[in-house]
């Protein structure tokens, strides 16, 4: 008789499994039928079985159990990762991206910093998780590469992600729903990976964030001459406003009041909240409101009336 074998099928039995289930683990990890049919026939003399009166309450693990997971396991590229833990990890980071995005709205540019630097934050987690889990597929980390190619590589790779982990133990450590423990296989009762309704949701934003990174990546190629050291402009509006006249441009509504003696009076409203500035500008003179530098560049004389030539930057 094998102690530790006996004690290994007495507390699977305590904790609700069947002889059925306790067998298949046992043959899984190596052990001989003949001594795991010796340890169930009754021969020299049995283990008890304990039943118990209710199969025990698995312990729920959620989707802030999974983040903080994946974030302890921050640099960590070697093991397995099972899919609640990559697909839980990457549904909290869209939905604090988003939270962040709807404070950049508010503040405006402080909330693109802040949102950049988490970003930045949990390019390595991210990044150690998405290996992990491709080694749970019993695949190199280097798949995680796919990604590249425009497209279809980000399909590919969102695929690998929602495969069935590889039962029992691979190249790369054992199952991370079982614990070694002796040589044995200890069964556990886990919650069950995430609803298909959760990766489907979660795969097809990152596909639409993916795509919007890319295509703004097309949008905001600077256009400037070629050479060492360039300084890129920062983007200018020029608008032309003349006594009474108005106009609203990036959230703030621009008005003269009045041109005289080579001054402009220019009121100056944050189109959201309502707050407003009016100061005097002589030609060259510059205002700061709402993040947004106004400049009066010059003045000039149309048939009957003056008008202010403006730039925004």
Same mark, same amino acid.
Request: net charge positive; no cysteine.
């Given at each position: 008789m094998n102690?530790?074998?006996q004690?290994?099928?007495?507390?699977?039995?305590?904790?609700?499994f069947?002889?059925?289930?306790?067998?298949q683990?046992?043959?899984?990890?190596?052990w001989?039928e003949?001594?795991?049919? +010796?340890?169930?026939?009754?021969?020299?003399? $049995?283990? &008890?079985?304990?039943? #118990? !009166? /209710?199969?025990?309450?698995?312990?729920?693990?959620?989707?802030?159990?999974?983040?903080?997971?994946?974030?302890?396991?921050?640099?960590?590229?070697?093991?397995?990762?099972?899919?609640?833990?990559?697909?839980?990890?990457?549904?909290?980071?869209?939905?604090?991206?988003?939270?962040?995005?709807?404070?950049?709205f508010?503040?405006?540019?402080?909330?693109i910093?802040?949102?950049?630097?988490?970003?930045?934050?949990?390019?390595?987690?991210g990044?150690?998780?998405?290996?992990?889990?491709l080694?749970?597929?019993?695949r190199?980390?280097?798949?995680?590469?796919?990604?590249?190619?425009?497209?279809?590589?980000?399909?590919?790779?969102?695929?690998?992600?929602a495969?069935?982990? +590889?039962?029992?133990?691979?190249?790369?450590? $054992?199952? &991370?729903?079982e614990? #070694? !423990? /002796?040589?044995?296989i200890?069964?556990e009762?886990?919650?069950?990976?995430?609803?298909?309704?959760?990766?489907?949701?979660?795969?097809?934003?990152?596909?639409?964030?993916m795509?919007?990174?890319?295509?703004?990546?097309h949008?905001?190629?600077?256009?400037?001459?070629?050479?060492?050291?360039?300084?890129f402009?920062?983007?200018?509006?020029?608008?032309?406003l003349?006594?009474?006249?108005?106009?609203?441009?990036?959230?703030?509504?621009y008005?003269?009041?009045?041109?005289?003696?080579n001054?402009?009076?220019?009121?100056?409203t944050?189109?959201?909240t309502?707050?407003?500035?009016?100061?005097?500008?002589k030609?060259?003179?510059?205002t700061?409101f709402?993040?947004?530098?106004?400049?009066?560049?010059?003045?000039?004389?149309?048939?009957?009336?003056?008008?202010?030539?403006?730039?925004i930057?």
């Amino acid at each position: 008789m094998n102690q530790e074998l006996q004690d290994y099928i007495k507390k699977s039995k305590e904790a609700g499994f069947s002889d059925e289930q306790i067998k298949q683990e046992l043959r899984k990890v190596g052990w001989r039928e003949e001594d795991i049919n +010796q340890e169930f026939s009754g021969a020299d003399a $049995p283990i &008890p079985a304990l039943q #118990p !009166t /209710s199969a025990p309450t698995p312990k729920k693990r959620g989707i802030i159990y999974y983040y903080l997971a994946a974030l302890k396991k921050y640099a960590t590229f070697g093991g397995r990762a099972r899919r609640a833990e990559f697909w839980y990890f990457s549904l909290t980071n869209i939905i604090i991206g988003i939270v962040l995005a709807i404070v950049g709205f508010i503040i405006h540019d402080k909330g693109i910093i802040l949102g950049s630097l988490y970003a930045l934050a949990m390019t390595i987690p991210g990044t150690a998780v998405t290996v992990r889990r491709l080694h749970d597929t019993n695949r190199s980390g280097l798949w995680g590469l796919i990604w590249l190619v425009p497209f279809v590589g980000i399909i590919m790779l969102l695929i690998f992600m929602a495969r069935e982990d +590889q039962a029992g133990a691979n190249q790369y450590g $054992p199952n &991370p729903k079982e614990a #070694p !423990t /002796s040589g044995i296989i200890k069964l556990e009762k886990t919650s069950k990976s995430p609803d298909a309704i959760v990766m489907l949701i979660t795969a097809i934003i990152l596909v639409i964030m993916m795509g919007g990174a890319l295509g703004y990546v097309h949008l905001i190629r600077p256009t400037t001459n070629s050479g060492p050291n360039i300084d890129f402009p920062k983007l200018k509006t020029t608008i032309y406003l003349t006594p009474g006249s108005s106009m609203s441009f990036t959230g703030i509504s621009y008005k003269v009041n009045s041109i005289v003696a080579n001054q402009a009076n220019v009121t100056l409203t944050d189109v959201k909240t309502g707050e407003n500035k009016t100061v005097l500008l002589k030609s060259g003179e510059s205002t700061n409101f709402l993040g947004k530098k106004i400049t009066v560049v010059k003045f000039q004389r149309l048939t009957d009336l003056d008008q202010a030539v403006i730039t925004i930057e």
